[in-house]
């Protein structure tokens, strides 16, 4: 792994139908209500919906798992350029963007500024991988320091 910048990291969004997943994993119950904490009190602009249909925004996670079953909660949440969607499927947090939103250095710094308020939040690293991947497979990795690292996206 190395330093991350805009000019390594850009061919590792090149949009090839999948979405880009930042995940955590390993988080649970405490993890996800310092997570929703840190993003209600960050600086982007949250917007819940219930089955499509906006919603207030809640106070605790748990609001969201609580639910599940009747129907599915996401969080849209607008980082500079970006709209990140947090849908609250329990296990380890996840957040979506499309990866045909990262195009350029700002863009890609509104990237990073989620990542960092995630893995701070947390206290555990977070990662930046193709949709479904894993950690090992992951081209980004976010310290709860805030250091981030490079992985070439190399691997087939």
Excluded: Y
Excluded at 135 to 152: E, N, T, Y
Aim: net charge negative; charged share 25%; proline share 7%.
């Amino acid at each position: 792994m190395q330093g991350a910048c805009w000019a390594d990291c850009r061919a590792d969004f090149v949009f090839d139908g999948d979405l880009v997943d930042l995940i955590v994993p390993g988080t649970g119950t405490g993890e996800w209500e310092s997570f929703w904490d840190a993003l209600r009190a960050g600086p982007f602009v949250l917007r819940a919906f219930r089955d499509g249909e906006p919603i207030p925004l809640p106070s605790p996670a748990g609001w969201a798992f609580a639910g599940r079953r009747e129907a599915s909660v996401m969080v849209e949440v607008s980082a500079g350029t970006l709209t990140l969607h947090c849908h609250f499927f329990g296990g380890d947090l996840e957040l979506d963007v499309d990866p045909r939103q990262v195009t350029s250095e700002s863009a890609f710094e509104s990237l990073l500024t989620a990542m960092r308020l995630v893995a701070k939040a947390v206290q555990r690293p977070g990662f930046a991988t193709a949709e479904g991947g894993t950690p090992d497979r992951a081209f980004l990795k976010m310290s709860p320091d805030g250091r981030v690292d490079h992985r070439p996206n190399d691997f087939v």
